[in-house]
């Protein structure tokens, strides 16, 4: 007779609450606020380990995705004060940082061209003097020299500003920025929702209503977004859950978020160096846990550049299915954080073989997450 996952649990002696998640997860039932936070609580790794990988087996039997994308980081230049950034650089030292023409950017493009590339992310500090215009008239000259390019930029927290220096609605500004050729936000700025939180690690940027009712704009407009949660520093479990839970409540309203990115706190160079980074292990758990919990979210990412290839490859073991980017080495902000990662590029061929080392199977995918190609296991 074949014993179901929940009946090895129960030999296993596993504690009565756990059971009964267990029990939920393999009837794919949703778990509470209370049982995700008992899981972080009292779920040891192998336990939430298998419970993750049963969903994203059923899921996404063993498929891993990647995409074929560059970064374009406008500046590091920022009006805000975020302790954990190691980035950016404020008004009044701006020749410290950089601040990119349109120009230099369409350089950026132009390096690209002839190459395989399906999308560019762009994303970077919040510059009081790059307004609306400035970007819309960058997003338009991307589009106009390449069309097949999806363009992803801009958090909720450049866009609060754009709109505000705009004085324009949201509504507004998103349609001037889907008008010019936007198709999907990145997950950024997001950090954790709750104020007690948000406050001590980045106040003076847009709150966590803020950032949620920007996503749920973008989504009504059609577009989709991707979410984040910064972890692993000063906040508590109940944080993670509560930011976890709000973006699962939009979720059932919009569905337009594609993908959930746990990102784990880096300690170098920033005002929170004295705290030291998650384990391996916390970080595995944070993925697994977000798995089981995010049960409307189809796509967890585990972004490699900031995490270290190894632990994003053993996160495919803990329900991650999507390992970003090929990237190549035009993001800084894991870099000047102290991510291993210094030049963060990884060609289709090596990520495939991390992919395929651990037996699962490599699939490009566009920013929908439409398969373009599968990458059978080489030698
Ligand atoms: O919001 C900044 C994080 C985010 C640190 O949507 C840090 O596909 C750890 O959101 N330690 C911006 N994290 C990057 C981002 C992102 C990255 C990749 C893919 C996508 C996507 C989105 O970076 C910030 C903040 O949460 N961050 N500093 C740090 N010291
Ligand atoms: Fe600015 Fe973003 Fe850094 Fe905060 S995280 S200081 S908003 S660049």
């Given at each position: ?13 596993t ?13 794919r ?32 039997k ?21 302790n ?21 950017m369409m350089?950026?493009?132009?390096k ?12 970077g ?17 991307i589009?106009?020299h390449?069309?097949?390019?999806h ?7 450049e ?33 954790i929702?709750?104020p ?15 950032w949620?009712h ?11 977004s ?39 706190f880096r ?11 998650s ?8 993925y ?9 979210f ?59 080392a ?7 995918r ?5 398969e ?8």
């Amino acid at each position: 007779m074949v014993m179901n996952m929940t009946g090895i649990f129960r030999m296993a002696d596993t504690d009565v609450q756990l059971l009964s998640i267990a029990e939920k997860v393999y009837n794919r039932e949703r778990i509470s606020e209370e049982e995700g936070l008992a899981l972080f609580e009292k779920g040891e790794l192998s336990f939430l380990g298998a419970l993750a990988n049963y969903i994203s087996n059923d899921l996404h039997k063993n498929k891993v995705y990647f995409n074929r994308n560059f970064h374009i980081e406008p500046t590091n230049v920022c009006v805000f004060t975020c302790n954990f950034c190691s980035y950016s650089r404020q008004y009044k030292h701006r020749d410290e940082g950089w601040e990119l023409s349109i120009e230099q950017m369409m350089d950026i493009v132009r390096k690209y061209d002839g190459q395989p590339v399906t999308e560019v992310h762009i994303v970077g500090g919040v510059h009081p003097k790059m307004n609306l215009e400035f970007f819309c008239e960058l997003l338009s000259r991307i589009k106009a020299h390449r069309p097949d390019l999806h363009l992803k930029g801009f958090t909720a927290v450049e866009l609060d500003y754009m709109f505000r220096k705009a004085k324009l609605t949201i509504e507004e500004g998103m349609q001037k920025l889907k008008d010019a050729g936007l198709q999907s936000l990145p997950g950024g700025g997001a950090e954790i929702f709750a104020p007690e939180v948000r406050n001590i690690i980045c106040a003076d940027k847009v709150d966590g209503d803020g950032w949620l009712h920007i996503h749920q704009t973008a989504h009504s407009l059609g577009m989709h977004s991707n979410a984040t949660m910064l972890y692993g520093h000063v906040e508590q479990y109940k944080h993670r859950i509560d930011h976890m839970s709000r973006l699962r409540a939009l979720q059932d309203i919009t569905g337009g978020f594609n993908c959930f990115i746990p990102l784990k706190f880096r300690n170098a160079g920033n005002d929170m160096s004295h705290i030291s980074e998650s384990t391996i292990t916390e970080d595995l758990r944070m993925y697994a846990i977000a798995r089981i919990f995010m049960d409307n979210f189809r796509n967890l990412k585990a972004y490699w550049p900031m995490l270290g290839r190894q632990t994003a490859q053993l996160s495919l073991s803990f329900g991650v299915n999507d390992l970003d980017g090929t990237i190549d080495d035009t993001t800084k902000i894991y870099s000047m954080a102290g991510s291993e990662e210094q030049t963060p590029s990884m060609s289709t061929e090596e990520l495939c073989d991390l992919i395929t080392a651990v037996g699962r199977t490599p699939v490009e995918r566009d920013t929908l997450y439409n398969e373009l190609k599968t990458y059978e296991a080489t030698a």
